[in-house]
């Protein structure tokens, strides 16, 4: 196949067939870096219709190694935010309901925290597992292997660099290619929107959760998104420790409202109820045995979850963000918060740059809370010299109102 005609039929705006999306993932390791850089900016500036999407996903998928299908099999994927740590809470409460959750998670991107980087903060936890070490094993969370949709990792390296992230056929190719090797039978998406989320818009989300519902349901699985927005911070733990700690609470059923709203929502789509298995225990203890079947010697996880901060690293100075005046806290900016966190030391700035985990935030005083001057309403969990500019940003990313502010719903719809 001649691949300049191939690129400039998509430059054109024309839509590739079947076979030539097939040929070109297949050849893909064969064809230079540039080429490929041009297919996904042609992708980019006239999007994939939904056939091509479809056909895109699939050859993603069949280049790579699948788990096998296993009944009541099901999964969950978020789009990514700050204090998104229902992956970890709802893993195991699925499970105490007697489902299997293959769930294949991910690293931070950006100012958006991970799922494996959190549970990299639990000591001897594996997120490496092989193939043949997730084909029996009843509930994990795993780092995708380079086996698993393995071409996503060469298209999606060279879309980080080449300003092509947003193209929703692309994103819904990379997500699905993945979520359908788990060997799954139904997936609930969190598709976040506003200021914190990549899709700042509520109409592009919807875009993107509708593309990934079709392809998902023609790839045989069942699918239900979720819009959710995300311009506040979730819960009252961020960062990669805190997480861990906010979400042991949230198994004990302590945790905060918004956080178990999604949790909740996210179960009930997949047709399970998981108020039960919080409330008699059995999701905390599923949570234990998880990270016991993962490489936690069973001492640790008992420890962790009855004193986690006796496990977890915490970093070592407490830097306190206090109100200025009397009044109500109207604005929490999650961008500005993520991005002072992962500045800081939380995330990562480039690829494979290593993370503090200890490095965190606790909300004491959230949306709507009323505030005297002087209350604390954050504090950060820093290390020792910390840029006092990031301690500004910070300060600047809450607004004090006199007038107490509504706190609605995160969820704004839902598309099945």
Known sequence: MHIPSLLAKKR???????????????NLNEIPNEQIG????????????AEETTYLTKAMLEQGRQLPNRDGAIDKHSTGGVGDKMSLILAPALRACGAIVPMLAGRGLAH?????????????????LSIEEMEHNPCFISRQTDEIAPT?????????????VPCIGLITASILSKK??????????????????????SEDARKLAESMVRVGTELGMDVTAQLTQMDHPIGGMLGNSHEIVESIDCL????????????????NALGFDIAEVIANGSALNEF???LERQGVDAKTAQQLIDEPWSVLKRAPQQYTIQSEQAGYVADMDALAIGQVLCEAGAGRSMQGEEIDHGIGIEIHHHIGSKVD?????????????LDIHLLQRLKDSITISDYQVGVASRILETIR
């Open 12 to 26: 054109d705006g024309l839509v590739l067939e079947k076979n030539e999306i097939e040929w070109f993932i297949q």
């Open 38 to 49: 041009a297919f996904l900016m042609a992708c980019q500036i006239n999007d994939l219709n």
């Open 112 to 128: 958006t925290g991970g799922t494996i980087d959190k549970l990299e903060a639990i000591p001897g936890f594996n997120t490496g």
């Open 152 to 164: 996503d990792s060469i298209l999606y390296a060279i879309r980080d660099v080449t300003a092509t």
């Open 180 to 201: 359908a090797a788990e060997g799954i039978q139904a997936l609930v998406l969190d598709v976040k929107y506003g200021r914190a989320a990549f899709m700042q818009h």
């Open 252 to 267: 004990k059923g302590q945790g905060p409202a918004d956080t178990m709203e999604l949790v909740h929502a996210q179960a």
């Open 288 to 290: 234990k045995l998880m």
């Open 373 to 385: 001057e002087g209350d604390t309403i954050l504090t950060l969990d820093g290390p020792f010299g």
